[in-house]
């Protein structure tokens, strides 16, 4: 087993096409996805946001945005057609005797114009309803005030929300991106050497002539699986490595949510083991896959739907707070991986949790590649 195990690994590595698929791929990928996230939280107070009014209505609407920094105003023939040509992202449309009709006690109408489905027209929008509303609250003041009417008639009580749980959208935004970069990333990284070890033998027909060989299948396969574990570890280790990397010194949403309360060491020693037990389950089920398959391209075939499987818990777990992580979620593989870092980012360590997941993951790796040992002493599935 062990000869194999060597021989397999410096196979690997010396293989530059399969460190590339391996190593490199993953962590360009995983870059890629950090400043994406990155970008999408960074506020929006360096863009600036093109809103348009008619020309009448210009410095009224230039007192009712002002403090509004990333809004550009100027004033347009027609602000509908504006915005449809893509000139400007959001546009207000007042009643040419809006302020007659306020000073009157009427109630004229306001159009908000934009494009729902665009983040920037989103935002403007947004802002421009803000300023509506603090707006339309001022009237409101100055009328009760008029008629010597307290405002607390209308606005009875005052609503102050309290975040009770640690952590803010960084933490929640790492507690998804980390669990699925190590999903991708292990999964990607050993998924061409997977369908090569077993199903590329038998489709350059040498899985005969290793047969032959006093090596008997146990060893063989156990040092097949041996080397994908020790791949895949790696591959998730240098991805994470390298990701918080990037996150600690080029990033600042994100560094935000790196609060690990100075448990830095127990909580890196928790997602290292994490780490290769998710490893050896990956292995144990993309092996499965190469010795159903009868060439190369087949077991990959199979293995692909594995890896897209392991992402779904990736949409799942975002909407699930802290406090609502019960034991089962640690007890379903790779919804435990999502988990288990989830409560890792905010400084908890769960010792249940924590052999909950591990438990479930080294159980099901052996349960897999003891099923991958039934089939592989059939001569049907090797040859």
């Known amino acids: 087993m062990l000869n194999i195990f060597k021989k397999e690994l410096k196979d690997t590595f010396r293989d530059q096409r399969t460190l590339i698929l391996t190593v490199f791929l993953p962590l360009v990928l995983m870059s890629a996805l950090v400043f994406f996230y990155e970008k999408m939280m960074a506020p929006d107070e360096d863009i600036q946001l093109h809103v348009v009014t008619e020309k009448e209505q210009l410095e009224f609407v230039k007192g009712l945005l002002d403090g509004k920094g990333n809004l ?196 890196g020693t928790v997602a290292l083991l994490i780490i290769i037990s998710f490893a050896a389950l990956m292995a144990s089920a993309l092996l499965l896959t190469s010795i159903f398959g009868k060439t190369v391209k087949e077991a990959q075939s199979y293995g692909t739907p594995i890896i897209m499987v392991g992402i779904l818990p990736a949409l799942f777990i975002t909407s699930v707070g802290l406090n609502e992580l019960i034991t089962a979620y640690f007890l379903v593989p790779i919804l435990n991986v999502f988990a288990i870092f989830k409560e890792l980012f905010v400084g908890v360590i769960d010792i249940e949790h924590v052999f909950l997941t591990l438990g479930v993951n080294i159980v099901l790796a052996l349960v897999i590649l003891a099923a991958g040992r039934i089939l592989f002493a059939k001569d049907k599935w090797v040859l």
């Not at 929640?172 to 669990?179: N, R, T, W, Y």
């Open 72 to 267: 550009e105003l100027r004033a347009v023939d027609d602000v509908e057609v504006t915005i449809k040509e893509g000139e400007a992202v959001a546009g207000l449309v007042l009643t040419g005797d809006f302020e007659q009709q306020i000073a009157a006690g009427n109630a004229p109408t306001v159009q908000i114009l934009g494009d729902a489905y665009s983040e920037n027209s989103y935002i403007a929008m947004s802002a421009i309803e803000m300023a509506l509303t603090q707006y339309s609250q001022a009237i409101v003041s100055e009328r009760l005030g008029q008629q010597n009417v307290e405002t607390s008639i209308i606005t009875p009580f005052t609503v102050n929300k309290v975040q009770v749980i640690e952590g803010d959208q960084s933490v929640q935004m790492m507690s998804f991106l980390i669990p699925m970069m190590l999903v991708i990333a292990v999964g990607v990284g050993i998924s061409s050497s997977a369908a090569d070890f077993i199903a590329g033998e038998k489709e350059r027909r040498t899985m005969e002539a290793l047969l032959m060989t006093p090596v008997n299948r146990i060893s063989f396969l156990l040092g097949k699986w041996l080397t994908l574990v020790i791949l895949a570890t790696v591959t998730g280790i240098l991805t994470l490595g390298i990701v918080f990397i990037e996150i600690y010194f080029f990033t600042e949403q994100l560094k935000a949510g790196l609060t690990m309360d100075g448990n830095v060491w127990l909580i």
